[in-house]
Structure formats: structure tokens, C-alpha cells
């Protein structure tokens, strides 16, 4: 039983890992690779936000939203998280930026948010309810919601965050028409 169990883990964690590009960055990022239905909405959660309080995504409608999936151990999630800042500064109130922690502690979110300086929502999925509202293999995984409330965009998969800035810069405009 032992064996087992920890053939499963071992199994889970190389998947896990794989998906997630082993903490490099995937140099086969293909932006495409996930195509939305063009007629689907967003799913609407609350969560709990790492700097406290609640945030509802419906909240958001009315701007575009970059909702993106990742974890503090994902090294191509990490990597293009600089981008958002920029992101921020070049779109302001046209643009919500949403980063949802998948099932990590709030300690050890805090700690990386804080070292980067990092100021947009944070929300904490500690038991991975509102990842599987938007189900994926890997992450990052980012949804980009138009204004109408629509999918416009997804991204599976994460560049240098200089490339990031450019791939979600066309998928923001397309969003705001």
C-alpha cells in the first residue's frame, strides 16, 4: 500500500511539475494553444483576498479582466509576473489584473507577494474550488474576460514577462474592441 501511494505521488508530482514547466520557462509558449468559445461567460466566485476581505469577480465586469491561475513554485509563473505591473500602468482603469494562488498557504503567498512588491488582488485558493471553476492542465493559466462579461481570450503557458507584455497587450485590445 505504501508503494503505491507513493508511486501515485511521485506520479502526481512529475505531472504537476511537467505541466508547470519544472520552474523554467516553457520556450514552446504558444498563446493559441487554447481556443474560448467566443459566447462563453466568465464564472462568478468570491474568494478571500491575501491582503484581506472578500473579492467577487462580477465586481470586475465593465473593465477587461486578465484572471490569471499560478502558484509561488511555478517558476514560468513567476517569471511573468512583472509583466502585470506593466500591464497596469499602460491600460489603468480599462484593466483589472486578478492573480489566484492555487492551494498554497497564506504565509508563504504573503511572503513572495511582499518580496516582489507586488500590488494587484491576490486571491488565496487554498482548497482549489475556484481553479476548477476554470479548468486547465498546467498553469499559469490566465482568462482574459471582455467587458460584456464574455471569454475573449485564454493563455496556457508563460514567456519571459517582456513577451507576456506583448502577447496580453493584443489580447487586451482585441477585448476592448
Known amino acids: 500500500m505504501r508503494r503505491l501511494f507513493a508511486l501515485l505521488l511521485a506520479a502526481w508530482m512529475c505531472l504537476a511539475l511537467a505541466g508547470c514547466g519544472g ?43 486578465l484572471l490569471n491561475f499560478w502558484a509561488t513554485w511555478c517558476g514560468p509563473c513567476v517569471g511573468e509576473m512583472p509583466a502585470f505591473p506593466q500591464l497596469l500602468e499602460k491600460y489603468g482603469d480599462d484593466l483589472a489584473i486578478i492573480a489566484v494562488d492555487l492551494q498554497e498557504d497564506s504565509r508563504t503567498v504573503a511572503d513572495f507577494i511582499a ?48 513577451e507576456m507584455v506583448e502577447e496580453y497587450s493584443a489580447m487586451i485590445d482585441a477585448a476592448l474592441g
Do not use: C, M, N
Not at 478571500?48 to 465586481?59: F, H, K, P, R, V
Not at 486547465?136 to 508563460?158: C, H, K, N, R
Open 115 to 162: 518580496d516582489k512588491g507586488y500590488d494587484f488582488p491576490v486571491v488565496l485558493d487554498t482548497d482549489g474550488t475556484i481553479g476548477a471553476l476554470y479548468p486547465t492542465d498546467a498553469i499559469p493559466y490566465t482568462v482574459i474576460i471582455a467587458p460584456d462579461g464574455t471569454i475573449s481570450d485564454t493563455s496556457l503557458g508563460a514567456g519571459p514577462a517582456e
Open 23 to 65: 520552474g523554467e520557462a516553457i520556450t514552446d509558449y504558444d498563446p493559441t494553444a487554447v481556443t474560448p468559445d467566443p459566447a462563453l461567460r466568465y464564472t462568478d466566485f468570491t474568494g478571500e483576498l491575501l491582503a484581506g476581505g472578500e473579492l467577487t469577480l462580477s465586481d470586475y465586469e465593465g473593465k477587461v479582466i
